[in-house]
C-alpha cells in the first residue's frame, strides 16, 4: 500500500483533494446514522436490567438474563410466534406466486396500453397507506353492509365477521396484503422477462416448439435467477409479519391468532411500560432476522452473483 | 402438437396461432381485467360511500356508485379544522423532509458508486451502512434515545429519523454504477473536482433514479402514521395518516364487539370517513402519475443490476 502512494506522489495532490471531497460528502448521512440508528442500539442494555425511566440506562439495576427467561417463559409467547411465522411465511410465498403468475400472464399480452394500465392500476394500492387501506377494509368487511357480505349474501352465505372471527383473521391479513404488494412486486419480474432474448423465442418456434415448451424452455428459465434472488432475499423478513396492517386492523377478539411479534412488543413496550422485557423481545427478534439475513445474502450471492453494496 | 407446427413452418413466415392460442389470449384478457378491477373496486366502493346518503350506506344499498348523491361528507370534512391542521402538518413535515433526504441520498450514493480504488474507504462505510440496515435497537431504545434529545412532541422527530432511506441510497449507488464513465473522465480533465462533476454530470443522468426514490419519500412521508402516534404528544401535532388512525380506525381496532359494529353502522360517520379516507388519498393519486414514467426504469436498473 504504502508503495504504491510513494510511486503515485506526482499525482497524489488532487487525488487526496478528491478524496476528502468524498469523504465530506459521507459526513452528513454518517452523523445522521450515529445519532439516529447507532446511539439508540446502545439501549438494548435494557434487555438486560430492570429498566426504569426515572433510573435510566446508567442507574436502573441488572438482571442478566432474568427478562428472556421471563420471556421464554410466557405463556402466549409461542402463540405470538406461531402467528408470526404462518403470516410472515404465507405472505412471502404468496408475495412470490402471485407477482411471477401475474407477470407470467401480462407478459403474453401482446397490446402495450394495456399492459401499462394493468400494471398502473395494480401497483396503485402499494403506495396507499395501511391506514387507509385498514379503513377500506374495515369498511368492506364489514359483516353488517359491506360489500364483500353483500356479495356474499347474493349467493346465500351468511354474514362472515372477517375482522373479528379468530380463524378468518391471519388469512384476512394474508389475502389483503398480497392484494396491496402483488402488482408492485411483479414490477421486476415483468422486467426480467422483457430482457429475455426474443431470438430464443423465434428460433424455438423455428424448431416447433408449441407455447407449453416455450414457456419451460424459455421464459421460466429466463426469470428463474431474479426468482430465486426475490426469494432468498425475502427470508430475512420472516419475522415481519407487517406491523402497519396488523395494528391498524386486529383488536383483542383475535389477539389469539393475529397477535404477532411486533404488536406484541408494542403491547409490552408502550401500553403495558414493560420497557425492559419489550427490548428483549426485539433484542430476540432482531438476533434471529440478522443472522436469516447474513445466510440469504450470502446465499444470494453464491447462488444469483447479488451484492448489495 | 409437433405435426401442426410443422405444418405451420411450411407454410411460410406467418404464425399462424391455434384457436386454443385464441381462447388463451380472450381468457388471459378477461383474467388480467378482473384482477384490474378486483385492485380498483374497493377504492371505488368508498369513493361511492362518500357520495352517499348516510342511510344509504348503512343499509349496504351502495356498490360502485352512489346512492342519494351528496356531498354533505365533504362539506364535513371541509369544515373539519382538525383534519386540516393534521394535513398541515403533513404538508410541513413533507416540504422539510424530502429535499433533505433528496440531497443526503444524492450526495451519499455519489462516492460509494465508485470503486475501492477510487474511494479509499469505501469498505468501511458500505459496513457502516449495512449494520443499521440489520440491527436496530428496537422501539423503546429508540424512543428513549429521541427523549434525550429532546425530539418528543417537535417534528424534527418525524423528519431527522428518516434522513438517511438506505435502500434508496443503494437504489441510486447502483444506478450511477451503471453510467458511463467516460462522461465523468471528460469532465475531471477539463478540470471539474468532484462536487461540480456530481452536480453538472451526475445529476442531470440520474433523473429517473432520482424521481424514483423522489416518489419513495414522498409516499413514505405521507403514508407514515407510527412515528406520529409515537413521537407527538399531542393530537394537535399529528400528521395526517397519524389523525386518520386514530380518528377513522380506533374505535374498531380496540372495542370491538359485535354490537358495536351494528351501532356503528347506524351513525352517520360511515360516509364522512369514506370521504376523509378518499380526500387522503388524492395526493398520491396526483403525485402517482407524474413519476410513473421514470419510476419503473429507475426501479428496475438500481435494484436488479448488482
Given at each position: 500500500m504504502k508503495k504504491q502512494k510513494k510511486s503515485r506522489k506526482a499525482v497524489s495532490f488532487p487525488a487526496i483533494k478528491t478524496q476528502m471531497a468524498y469523504h465530506a460528502l459521507m459526513l452528513p448521512s454518517c452523523i445522521l446514522l450515529i445519532l439516529f440508528s447507532y446511539i439508540p442500539?446502545?439501549?438494548?442494555v435494557m434487555a438486560f436490567q430492570n429498566f426504569t425511566p426515572a433510573k435510566g440506562i446508567f442507574g436502573s439495576e441488572w438482571v442478566g438474563m432474568n427478562n428472556f427467561i421471563r420471556l421464554f417463559t410466557m405463556d402466549n409467547i409461542q402463540q405470538v410466534l406461531f402467528n408470526t411465522l404462518y403470516i410472515a411465511i404465507s405472505k412471502i410465498v404468496l408475495d412470490i406466486v402471485v407477482p411471477v403468475t401475474f407477470a407470467l400472464m401480462l407478459n403474453e399480452v401482446k397490446n402495450r396500453f394495456f399492459v401499462r394500465s394493468v400494471q398502473t392500476i395494480t401497483y396503485l394500492?402499494?403506495?396507499?397507506s395501511w391506514v387507509i387501506m385498514a379503513g377500506v377494509f374495515v369498511e368492506i368487511l364489514s359483516?353488517?353492509?359491506?360489500l364483500v357480505n353483500n356479495i356474499l349474501g347474493f349467493f346465500g352465505i351468511d354474514p362472515i365477521f372477517f375482522l373479528g372471527d379468530k380463524k378468518w383473521f391471519p388469512n384476512v391479513m394474508i389475502i389483503t396484503d398480497t392484494w396491496k404488494n402483488f402488482g408492485f412486486s411483479a414490477i421486476v419480474y415483468l422486467a426480467a422477462l422483457t430482457s429475455v432474448d426474443q431470438s430464443l423465442y423465434e428460433a424455438a418456434r423455428v424448431d416447433g416448439a408449441n407455447y407449453m415448451q416455450q414457456m419451460f424452455h424459455i421464459t421460466l428459465p429466463g426469470i428463474k435467477g431474479i426468482v430465486i434472488l426475490m426469494t432468498v432475499l425475502s427470508i430475512g423478513g420472516i419475522l415481519d409479519a407487517g406491523f402497519d396492517q396488523i395494528f391498524n386492523m386486529y383488536n383483542p377478539i383475535v389477539y389469539e391468532t393475529g397477535d404477532v411479534l411486533d404488536t406484541f412488543v408494542y403491547r409490552l413496550g408502550?401500553?403495558?411500560?414493560?420497557f425492559s422485557l419489550s427490548t428483549a423481545v426485539s433484542l430476540v427478534k432482531s438476533i434471529v432476522s440478522l443472522i436469516l439475513i447474513v445466510i440469504s445474502y450470502k446465499l444470494a450471492e453464491k447462488f444469483a452473483g447479488y451484492k448489495i453494496f | 402438437m409437433l405435426k401442426k407446427n410443422k405444418k405451420h413452418m411450411e407454410t411460410g413466415t406467418k404464425v399462424h396461432v391455434s384457436w386454443q392460442r385464441k381462447l388463451f389470449n380472450v381468457f388471459n384478457i378477461v383474467f388480467l381485467t378482473a384482477i384490474s378491477a378486483l385492485c380498483l373496486l374497493p377504492l371505488i366502493h368508498v369513493l361511492a360511500l362518500s357520495f352517499s346518503s348516510p342511510f344509504a350506506a348503512s343499509s349496504g344499498q351502495v356498490g360502485l356508485f352512489p346512492v342519494d348523491f351528496t356531498l354533505e361528507a365533504y362539506k364535513y370534512v371541509v369544515r373539519n379544522a382538525d383534519f386540516w391542521r393534521a394535513f398541515g402538518v403533513t404538508l410541513l413535515r413533507l416540504a422539510i423532509a424530502v429535499p433533505l433526504t433528496l440531497i443526503i441520498i444524492f450526495i451519499t450514493a455519489y462516492p460509494l458508486s465508485k470503486n475501492e480504488q477510487k474511494f479509499k474507504g469505501r469498505k468501511f462505510y458500505t459496513v457502516f451502512f449495512m449494520i443499521p440496515m440489520l440491527f436496530g435497537g428496537g422501539l423503546v431504545p429508540e424512543y428513549m434515545t429521541y427523549m434525550k434529545y429532546g425530539?418528543?412532541?417537535?417534528?424534527w422527530a418525524l423528519i431527522l429519523p428518516g434522513l438517511v432511506p438506505i435502500s434508496s441510497v443503494i437504489l441510486l449507488m447502483n444506478f450511477m454504477r451503471d453510467l458511463p464513465a467516460e462522461l465523468e473522465e471528460a469532465a475531471s480533465i477539463d478540470g471539474a473536482g468532484p462536487v461540480k462533476r456530481l452536480f453538472y454530470v451526475i445529476l442531470p443522468l440520474t433523473v429517473p433514479a432520482i424521481a424514483t426514490v423522489a416518489l419513495f419519500a414522498i409516499v413514505g412521508h405521507w403514508n407514515s402514521w407510527f412515528d406520529g402516534i409515537l413521537y407527538m404528544?399531542?393530537?394537535?401535532?399529528?400528521?395526517l395518516q397519524s389523525y386518520l388512525q386514530t380518528s377513522i380506525l380506533t374505535y374498531d381496532s380496540r372495542t370491538l364487539t359485535q354490537k358495536d359494529v351494528a351501532l356503528m353502522q347506524t351513525v352517520s360517520d360511515q360516509t364522512s370517513r369514506a370521504a376523509q379516507i378518499f380526500v387522503a388519498t388524492v395526493p398520491v393519486l396526483i403525485v402517482y402519475p407524474f413519476f410513473q414514467k421514470h419510476f419503473t426504469k429507475g426501479l428496475v436498473m438500481g435494484s436488479v443490476k448488482g
Open positions: 442500539m446502545f439501549g438494548i394500492p402499494y403506495f396507499l359483516p353488517s353492509g359491506g408502550i401500553k403495558d411500560m414493560a | 425530539l418528543i412532541g417537535n417534528i404528544n399531542h393530537p394537535d401535532q399529528y400528521p
